[in-house]
């Protein structure tokens, strides 16, 4: 899910020409309703958060035994994977919450470059404010 989010957080914002939502439904599973394709970068920004919320809330969902140092890692991942798409969409304040979080989830489970990554976005999105107001 996180993969999904990042791929459709980079996309440029337009439907290639062979994934054009009318040649796409017609690749989906007989019976299946059509699948709209997002069609502004926009539209790709909110399927990537989506898919980034729904990455960080699977892998938070884990509990007990199934629980594993790879659920504390894929919520990081997500949790930073949000606060970049979040910075795309231009909102700095809830990036930054994000790139927070998975700084105290990577910290608390020893993911020290985890850690600095979300500490490096977070320099990095205080600096491109910066650079805004000047």
């Known amino acids: 899910m996180n993969n999904l989010a990042a791929s459709f957080a980079q996309h440029p914002g337009h439907a290639p020409f062979l994934l054009l939502p009318e040649t796409f439904a017609t690749t989906t599973s007989p019976g299946a309703p059509p699948v709209e394709l997002p069609s502004s970068r926009a539209e790709f920004l909110e399927t990537a958060h989506r898919w980034a919320t729904n990455a960080y809330a699977q892998a938070r969902s884990v509990r007990g035994d199934a629980r594993t140092d790879g659920c504390d890692r894929a ?60």
């Open 75 to 134: 919520c990081a991942a997500a949790l930073c994977n949000l606060g970049d798409i979040l910075a795309m969409m231009g909102k700095p304040d809830e990036a930054r919450r994000q790139f927070s979080m998975a700084r105290k989830i990577s910290l608390r489970t020893g993911q020290k470059e985890s850690a600095q990554l979300a500490w490096q976005r977070m320099k990095e999105l205080d600096a491109g404010q910066q650079q805004a107001k000047e």
